[in-house]
């Protein structure tokens, strides 16, 4: 019998894919016999990166929030077969201490990102009936102190699976996962920018906050991306899968 989840022969980009859960996502591919294109602003970490990776994995610069450049990236390719949209940045505040240029910056990167990247992608996943796998986040189910523009980012980024999910129901299939907090380079960016003086305080109370008692790793949001993306899950559709060591069974 062959070993499951296999990606042989298929073409997936990874957007965020040189860090954190975009790298081992990209890892994770590579691995399963992908060829993997690693969509990022940081095109030096996503080439350095791709040098590690086998079946042709390459780097492409990328800012998700410009069309012009989304729009030329989906020219350029000639096929794609599996899309992970999942880049996107944070924001600590409540409502008073969020401000329009935040909010803003942070609806264009987590949103009207993975809207540009699908709306153009759309064409090769409907000629290779593609799988499209979105990074949401358990702020977007529920709510998280602090985070008012960041959950209102992650509550749109599971409206539009399912939405997508609706309108294209037997052409291509989409999901979206919700990590609780995962140990990546954008929680230490978070603790060094906050918490700079209370790291191993803050970091002790992150891992207090899930009740498996400890952060994901990136690794283990990779493998169920690289699940959903397979043949084994055809059934999983429009489907939003929490991830997040009990967090939000609580
Ligand atoms: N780490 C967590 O605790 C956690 C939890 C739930 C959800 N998420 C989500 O997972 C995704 C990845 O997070 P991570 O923790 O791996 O973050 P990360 O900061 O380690 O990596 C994010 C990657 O996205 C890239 N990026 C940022 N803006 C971009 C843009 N405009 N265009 C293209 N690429 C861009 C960065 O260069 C970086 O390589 C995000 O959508 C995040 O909201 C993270």
Known sequence: MSSPFQQNGRVVLVTGGASGIGESTSRVFAAAGATVLIADI???RGEALAAQLPN???AIRCDVTNEEEVKAIFASLDSLDVLVN????GLVGNVEETEMADFERLMRVNVTGPYLITKYAMPLLLKSAGRVVNIGSVAG???VKRRYAYCATKGAVIAMTRQLAV????QIRVNCICPGTVDSPFVEGYLEKYHKHEKEKVRAE??????IGRLGKPDEIAHLALYLASDEA???NGSVITIDGGWTAA
């Not at 999942?86 to 940045?89: D, P, Q, R, V, Y």
């Not at 309108?167 to 037997?170: F, K």
């Not at 992150?206 to 009740?211: E, K």
């Open 167 to 170: 309108d294209y129901p037997t």
């Open 86 to 89: 999942n880049a996107g940045i």
């Open 234 to 236: 055809g059934f999983v």
């Open 206 to 211: 992150l891992n207090t906050r899930q009740p």
């Open 56 to 58: 042709g994995a390459r």
């Open 42 to 44: 940081d095109l030096a």
């Open 141 to 143: 189910l529920i709510g």
